[in-house]
């Protein structure tokens, strides 16, 4: 009969010091990188979708989520044996102040598994209460994790380093939420989410040794991070955390360009939302920047501050290294070196932008005037509401003998076409002028221009709008609005002609519906 068969290689857990209580009371947990935990049984668990692709990665048949064995395990209904699952202790620097011990208030390891060669951590996320759930209640409701289970999904198919997710079910309980927290709350179908990363390490786990001055606690966390993630960096000793400390900082540097070039906004970027593998991880007030615009953030909670808007998340990512820095400090007891990596990052993030700008562009060489192009790019792309997707997809067409007007060209990028006018117009001339003789300089046809820029610029983003419209569906129980996301994210940068809907600007009705423009923390 067939089997979920699993090679299961427990390290976190049998590695790493243990919280020496077992129950699910609220507490501060010390000494102990974990706690083990049983994940809440659920009344009625049922599939909303599966990752064929994640079981193949993870070894598993593609015929296996039919099984029972599966919806029971990966809903928390069953514990696979020889498995003890357990909740991450960690703390974390919350919109820029420390907010102490937080852990998986909501997540529970299963267990890590290795094939060919690669280990994975299989996380539920949703289900059910920890030590860490603070004030609340351990689970996650479908609008949530649809969000999740997509986007890290539509990421990965991006290019873009990330969590993954292999399953989505429903609970079958309900959930109460104050999705608006305008003191209206409703119940919502409870739904788990199996996320699957090398390691679900994050700043924060190491941030709260420190914090607590708990150095012996913290080498042990940080000398298994290395041993198992970073073995390449060899055996621990001062220069070794140093050479971690720059991989990390090259890693988050490396996602955040990412971001930016696709346009794509984290929301909550706090230290415990920072993976240490370099990894987009926690998918929840995040959005795909529609209109073209630095002060952009899609969470609500942020809304005041704007702390993580679109163009300050490369600064953010420095401000949370600076935060690891200073909780990997006690092992290496020496700013110096430490602040050097952090200047490096300073130095290299602007070079890293304006060569994936250049690629947006598809320009091959580097020029002089490439910092003013990009930066006369970003200003006027601002001033006229201009959908980012859609604008360097049509860019492509571009012709470097000039014969379309560029206007023209992208003229379905604007929200508001009738506005390019006056001054915004000529604007938009002069750019385009420039933009023409900077192509005169590249070998490239145009033909060769639009395949290279065709493959960093997506064509397909989960807008807020989709994802809401496969939860509207999928909270009536129709699926298919989910399966048809997934599958289009999978292929972003290819044309999909049978799919050509959704390269589309948001439409109107979605501009300000609730979870189409700006979401809650509320999930
Ligand atoms: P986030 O900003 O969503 O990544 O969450 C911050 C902290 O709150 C983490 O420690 C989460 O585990 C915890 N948390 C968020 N939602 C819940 C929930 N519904 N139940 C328990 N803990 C939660
Ligand atoms: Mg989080």
Redesign the pocket.
């Known amino acids: 009969m067939m089997d979920i068969k699993l090679k299961i290689i427990d390290r976190f857990n049998k590695e790493l010091p243990a919280d020496t209580r077992t129950d699910t009371a609220r507490r501060q947990v010390t000494e102990a990188c974990f706690s083990f935990v049983k994940p809440k049984v659920p009344s009625n668990p049922s599939l909303v979708h599966v990752s064929p692709e994640m079981l193949t990665i993870l070894g598993l048949d593609t015929t296996i989520a039919t099984l029972e064995k599966f919806l029971n395990v990966f809903s928390g209904a069953e514990i696979l044996t020889s498995t003890q699952p357990y909740a991450m202790c960690y703390g974390g620097h919350q919109f820029g102040n420390w907010a102490g011990q ?6 529970i390891n299963l267990c890590e598994v290795e094939h060919l060669q690669k280990n994975w951590t299989l996380q539920l996320k949703g289900a059910g209460e920890t030590p ?3 004030s ?5 409701v479908l609008r949530s994790s649809i969000r999740e289970y997509l986007c890290s999904e539509a990421m990965h198919h991006l290019g873009i380093p990330t969590t993954r997710a292999l399953s989505l079910m429903l609970s079958g309980d309900m959930v109460l939420r104050d999705m608006l927290y305008d003191g209206n709350p409703e119940n919502e179908k409870g739904a788990i989410v199996c996320r699957v990363a090398e390691s679900f390490i994050r700043f924060g786990n190491f941030e709260i040794f420190t914090a607590r001055g708990d150095v012996k606690t913290l080498k042990k966390l940080v000398d298994f991070t290395i041993e198992h993630h970073f073995p390449h960096l060899g055996a621990p000793s001062k220069e070794t955390y140093l050479r971690f400390f720059q991989e990390v900082a090259h890693r988050s540097l490396a996602m955040v360009v990412h971001w930016q070039r696709v346009g794509f906004v984290h929301g ?1 970027m ?1 230290t ?2 920072m993976s240490i593998l370099g990894l987009t991880i ?1 998918y ?1 007030p995040y959005g795909w920047l529609e209109g073209y615009d630095h002060g952009w953030t899609p969470n609500t909670t942020d809304r005041t501050h704007k702390r993580y808007r679109f163009g300050a998340q490369p600064q953010i990512v420095l401000w949370n290294l600076l935060q690891l820095a200073n909780a990997l400090y006690p092992l290496i007891d020496e700013a110096e070196p430490l602040e050097k990596i952090l200047m490096e990052y300073k130095e290299a993030y602007p070079k890293a932008y304006q060569a994936m700008m250049l690629k947006k562009l598809g320009l091959k060489t580097q020029q002089q005037e490439d910092f003013g192009l990009i930066t006369d790019l970003e200003a006027v792309l601002q001033v006229s509401e201009t959908d980012m997707t859609i604008f360097f997809r049509y860019l492509a067409n571009y012709k470097k003998d000039g014969s379309i007007p560029g206007i023209e060209v992208v003229q379905e990028a604007f929200y508001f076409p009738d506005e390019i006018q006056g001054k915004v117009q000529e604007q938009w001339e002069q750019w385009f002028l420039n933009y023409s003789n900077r192509l005169q300089q590249e070998a490239l046809t145009d033909v060769q221009r639009k395949g290279g820029m065709n493959k960093v610029n997506p064509k397909y983003v989960l807008r807020n709008y989709m994802a809401q419209m496969a939860i509207d569906a999928a909270d009536t129980g129709d699926y298919t609005l989910v399966d048809e996301l997934f599958q289009l994210l999978k292929k972003p940068y290819d044309e999909q002609p049978e799919r050509e809907k959704w390269f589309a600007k948001r439409p109107d009705w979605a501009r300000h519906k609730a979870g189409c423009s700006m979401l809650s ?1 509320s ?1």
Request: proline share 0%.
């Open positions: 937080l852990g998986d208030g909501r997540a860490y759930s603070r609340a209640d351990g689970l996650a909550v706090n415990d939302n926690d929840g923390c999930s």
